[in-house]
């Protein structure tokens, strides 16, 4: 294989790119290597190049945006191509969990070291993710963040999403399977991690490894104000695990059954109800270029 260039998947709509500054990371990169950068007109457009670059053998995609363009991505192209990252987006989590830097031209000179890693790819329902997935609550909570508060405030969107959504959701019973265990774990609750991150300051899966292919469970069993409470005090860092109100594993597979059809998230991008998931890691591995 025969690397010519560089194509810089670019969304201008992410949380923080910086056109200017990208532009100019890219004129650095081109002392090295040709380089252009391809703005994405809509999502239709977005998948059109990330399959024409994936599929080039003179190419490296370079995807900069947020989540939500990597998860893109994972979902549209061959994961046999190595792919590298330019952080953009409001959160970012992929980033940070590979310790991408954030700023612009540090992150385009990280392309040209070559250092590739193969991280683990979850699926759920024919669906990648990098991150982490979510059955329940916080599907609900990413669906009613609206563009504009997001614009405004970041992750701050969520919090006050999360206190509204709280007042009148009704939870699902959640059947949770792992493995070939018969019986079930039952809750309201699940999120399942292949990183530490979540969002934010939160690690629900402090002791999650992205090349260990394990998913990272933790079902919460009843959802209220107090369980929730405990759960991101958890998640900060600020007090044990929650073992009253909650269950942590770890498995290779997993599924869930909802007694009603139920939103999930997968990586922040939410998806229609559904009462049946399944959860695995997939044998091929995302190779990202990192530090």
């Not at 059955?135 to 405030?153: I, M």
């Not at 609750?189 to 490894?209: C, E, T, V, W």
């Not at 269950?247 to 997993?254: D, H, T």
């Amino acid at each position: 294989m025969t690397l010519k260039r560089i194509e810089i998947i670019a969304n201008p709509n992410s949380g923080t790119i910086n056109i200017g500054k990208l532009e100019k990371a890219c004129e650095h990169i081109n002392r090295f290597l040709p380089s252009k950068i391809i703005f994405t007109k809509t999502f239709e457009h977005a998948i059109e190049v990330s399959k024409a670059a994936s599929l080039n053998s003179e190419v490296i995609p370079v995807l900069c945006g947020g989540d939500g363009t990597i998860f893109t991505y994972i979902n549209n192209a061959s994961l046999n191509k190595f792919f590298a990252i330019v952080p953009g987006g409001t959160a970012n989590v992929i980033a940070k969990e590979l310790g991408i830097p954030f700023n612009t031209l540090m992150a385009c000179k990280t392309i040209l070291t070559a250092a590739v890693k193969d991280v683990d790819v979850g699926v759920c329902n024919n669906k990648k993710f990098l991150f982490a997935a979510g059955v329940g609550f916080d599907a609900e909570v990413a669906a009613n963040v609206s563009s504009p508060l997001k614009a405004r405030v970041g992750q701050y969107a969520y919090h006050l999403s999360a206190l509204k959504t709280l007042l009148t959701y009704s939870p699902p019973k959640l059947e949770i399977f792992a493995d070939d265990n018969l019986k079930p774990y039952i809750g309201e609750f699940a999120i399942i991690s292949n990183m530490r991150r979540y969002g934010g300051d939160l690690f629900f899966a402090p002791k999650a490894r992205y090349d260990d292919s394990l998913l990272d469970v933790l079902v919460l069993k009843r959802l209220t104000l107090k369980t929730l409470m405990k759960l991101l005090k958890y998640a900060r860092g600020a007090g044990a695990f929650p073992v009253e109100y909650a269950y942590e594993f770890k498995c290779s597979n997993l599924k869930i059954v909802a007694d009603s059809a139920v939103s999930f998230q997968l990586d922040g991008e939410v998806f229609e109800p559904q009462k049946t998931f399944q959860f695995a890691i997939l044998p091929e591995k995302a190779k990202i270029i990192t530090p």
